[in-house]
């Protein structure tokens, strides 16, 4: 793949659970976020989940989240991929999520994993994946095959809230990084891979198009129990093997982005933009803040 499609692919590549879905955004839109305060009330901090690939129907945002927007002194994103260029970004995804020259994820997974991912890419209208996508370590290869399906569905970075506020914070706002780029692709082909966990993986993502509806929804309604049970804990129940999945791509990073968010929130008004998953359930970030006695907010 030559480097403006990876890096286009790249594009997709941030989690895409919280999209799908083709209606009109409303007023009554409420989105998931959240007001934070520390218990002595000096500290104030929104708790903000993002879409990361979205379209049209998710705008206007709900006025209490542009209100909050506002009033922040902070932009507080996984990850500013505007702070690098194409091609230093084709240069992480070589060094970190690609196989060696001469090898290919048909070498490392077994057939009937490899013949599964072909036809779930074919079906996608993805022509020869073998050659496409050859050097991709199961961990990119596994969530490039998730973007393609959103993008088939019609969402893309463009319309992302990620995007979204960056752009209206750039010059404005400061904009701070949690993890960064380099950090999120390298947490991509660490993941622990192995045929059964791949095959598992792919098993939870064939009914996308359903999933992502009923995600899309929970987001919009502000409804976090939903979320929470369509983006981690379903997959959880059907699939044991894959807690380890989301013990690196969930739970692990919540302790680190409460981490940054409080060091943000010391010194500033700070708007926490972070993947969806991340704020819900027990182990996400509003429940481990409050355990750190702060008082959390849903916003209305």
């Known amino acids: 793949m030559d480097n403006s499609k990876s890096c286009k692919v790249f594009k997709l590549l941030t989690f895409v659970l919280y999209l799908c879905g083709t209606q009109i955004a409303v007023a009554s839109d409420r989105g998931l976020a959240w007001e934070l305060k520390s218990a002595d009330g000096t500290q104030t901090a929104f708790l903000v989940g993002s879409v990361h690939l979205a379209n049209a129907s998710f705008y206007p945002l709900n006025p209490s989240?542009?209100?909050?927007?506002?009033?922040?002194?902070?932009?507080?994103?996984?990850?500013?991929e505007t702070l690098l260029t194409p091609q230093q970004q084709q240069a992480l995804i070589s060094k970190y999520a690609l196989y060696p020259e001469g090898q290919s994820y048909t070498d490392?997974?077994?057939?009937?994993?490899?013949?599964?991912?072909?036809?779930?890419f074919e079906s996608l209208g993805v022509v020869d994946p073998a050659s496409m996508f050859s050097r991709y370590r199961p961990g990119m290869l596994g969530v490039t095959l998730a973007a393609v399906?959103?993008?088939?569905?019609?969402?893309?970075?463009?319309?992302?809230?990620?995007?979204?506020?960056?752009e209206k914070a750039r010059y404005k706002k400061t904009i701070q990084e949690i993890e960064g780029l380099e950090f999120q692709i390298k947490l991509i082909a660490d993941l622990p891979v192995t045929g059964e966990l791949f095959r598992d993986a792919l098993l939870d993502m064939s009914d996308f198009e359903t999933e992502w509806k009923g995600l899309e929804q929970a987001w919009k309604k502000g409804d976090s129990k939903r979320m929470y049970e369509l983006a981690i804990g379903s997959a959880l129940r059907d699939f044991p093997r894959l807690s380890e999945y989301y013990e690196t791509l969930f739970f692990d990073r919540n302790v680190g982005m409460v981490a940054k968010a409080e060091q943000c929130m010391a010194r500033s008004i700070c708007f926490v933009l972070v993947g969806a998953g991340h704020l819900v359930g027990q182990r996400g970030m509003v429940d481990l803040f409050e355990a750190k006695g702060f008082q959390a907010r849903q916003l209305p």
Request: aromatic share 10%; net charge negative.
């Open 149 to 166: 399906q959103a993008q088939a569905l019609g969402y893309t970075a463009e319309y992302g809230l990620d995007n979204y506020f960056i």
């Open 65 to 80: 989240i542009m209100d909050a927007f506002e009033r922040a002194e902070v932009l507080l994103v996984e990850a500013d």
């Open 108 to 120: 490392h997974l077994p057939k009937q994993v490899v013949d599964q991912v072909e036809v779930m």
